[in-house]
């Protein structure tokens, strides 16, 4: 009897092993999928590893190269391995300057990190202020660029000629977001009550969702603009600018009518006035 019982354990327990391993292999995988991780859902490759945004990327090309490639390899998949729990028009590819080609978000190109070890690590998030896990549902991303206004000229940060990255919120698609010098907290003082000029400085209307970590969720609101919804930071309304045409990472607005007028909107943005 006891010999029996044994047997049975044996078999038992190689059924559950069989079972287990037949329901593991019936779940398909994908070579870009949507995981959960510590950070909430994001983009992985087959084998569940994170993929990321740089936000030097923000005009849709890549802008690592060189050493940048062995810390953050290039992501490129066959666009017919979609999970078909996304959105697979969301996807795009491009060609690199070296000839390769990389798998594209929302037009952000995507990496890996080679600092992550295992599936579902997210150590590459806020790295270097730049580098931030791929979401599908950023309402807000981060982009560093040079800021470059209608008038043809460059500007630093502070609104005066001269070279150099500025770091600045755009929406997800990479279209730069501003405010205006003229608003009061939580006040839209631009738009007219018949929206004939939102075509020049069309607001930011959409609900926020998710943020890059980096970004104090919690300063972001809504305020209603003759019946439509704007979404504020700090208090300040967001816009657009219609001159910038919808191109990602194009920035035209920071000179109109003169510097500081419209300025970009960022984390070191100080709070609107009363």
């Known amino acids: 009897m006891k010999q029996i019982s044994n047997l049975l354990i044996v078999v038992s327990f190689l059924f559950f092993i069989v079972v287990g391993c037949e329901k ?63 959105i697979a028009t969301d996807f795009g590819t491009i060609t690199r300057a070296d000839g390769t080609k990389q798998t594209t978000f929302k037009g952000w190109p995507l990496y890996t990190y080679s600092g992550d070890a295992a599936a579902g690590d997210v150590k590459g998030e806020n790295v270097g202020s730049k580098w931030y896990v791929a979401k599908t549902t950023y309402t807000i991303m981060l982009a560093n660029a040079q800021l470059v206004g209608q008038d043809g000229k460059q500007y630093t940060s502070k609104y005066t000629e001269g070279a150099g990255d500025t770091q600045y919120f755009v929406d997800e698609t990479g279209r730069t977001l501003y405010g205006f010098a003229n608003d009061k907290k939580n006040k839209n003082n631009y738009t007219k009550s018949d929206f004939s ?26 305020i209603t603009v ?36 419209w300025p970009i909107v960022n984390k070191d943005t100080p709070d609107a006035p009363l």
Do not use: H
Not at 42 to 61: A, E, H, I, R, W
Not at 197 to 222: C, E, H, Y
């Open 197 to 222: 000029n939102d075509g020049t400085w069309p607001i930011f209307g959409l609900d926020l969702k998710d943020v890059p970590s980096a970004i104090d969720k919690s300063l972001f609101g809504t």
């Open 226 to 261: 003759f019946g439509k919804n704007q979404l504020t930071y700090k208090g300040w309304p967001l816009y657009y600018f219609g001159s910038d045409n919808k191109v990602r990472g194009v920035n035209k607005g920071v000179s109109v009518p003169r510097p500081g007028v």
């Open 24 to 86: 593991q292999a019936s779940e398909p995988t994908y070579g870009i999928m949507a995981k959960t991780t510590t950070l909430g859902t994001v983009l992985t490759n087959q084998q569940g590893k994170t993929l990321y945004f740089f936000s030097s990327d923000v005009s849709g090309t890549s802008a690592c190269s060189g050493n940048c490639l062995t810390n953050w390899p290039v992501f490129y998949v066959d666009l017919t391995s979609v999970d078909p729990t996304l």
